[in-house]
């Protein structure tokens, strides 16, 4: 589609609509497909520092996103997600138990966390910048996720892409701010936290 259009010549006036945004009268509304995450292949991972020296990995088990995205214009991508709190799994649940509780998540009264993108920044090839916002026990901050378009294939009769990106964030900033000093003054649980996502979806 991108060699098509850009081959292509339109009147001096015609443009082109963005994502997200309603054409005017003289727009050329250029269809972007629309993809489903598939939960068996795909995963919302982090990690973060325990007493300053290891990490501890965990991930969210349910979630669910929606990407708009032309293949080859990667101008197009728009993402959304919604992840459910509730299924965070660090692989001890007694640790799990404390990440959802008003320590940390709440997550009974804040059951879910949502980004939506709101820009996306070309860097080079297939590597960009998704600008969004990202809610946490109520709060919006904005966050950069610096991201990869893998690439795409096809099985059977379905069309399918592969994403991945990731970003570091501050938890206090989102009121995650429990915490106890070590003996020598350090964090047990480090501000810091990397957000690692590996997204492969299916094509509407």
Known sequence: MMT???NAVFPAALTFAAPGVPPGPDTLVVDVPTYSIDLAHSSVGFHVRHLGITKVNGRFNEFESSVHVDPDDLSTLEASAVIQVGSIDTGVEKRDGHLKSADFFDAENH???TFRSREVRHIDGDRFELVGDLTIRGTTREVVLD???????TMGDSRRIAIEASTTINRFDYGLVWDAVTEMGGLIVSKDVLIQLEIQAIQN
């Open 4 to 6: 098509i259009l850009q």
């Open 111 to 113: 059951p879910t966390m």
């Open 147 to 153: 991201g990869q378009f893998v690439g795409a294939a």
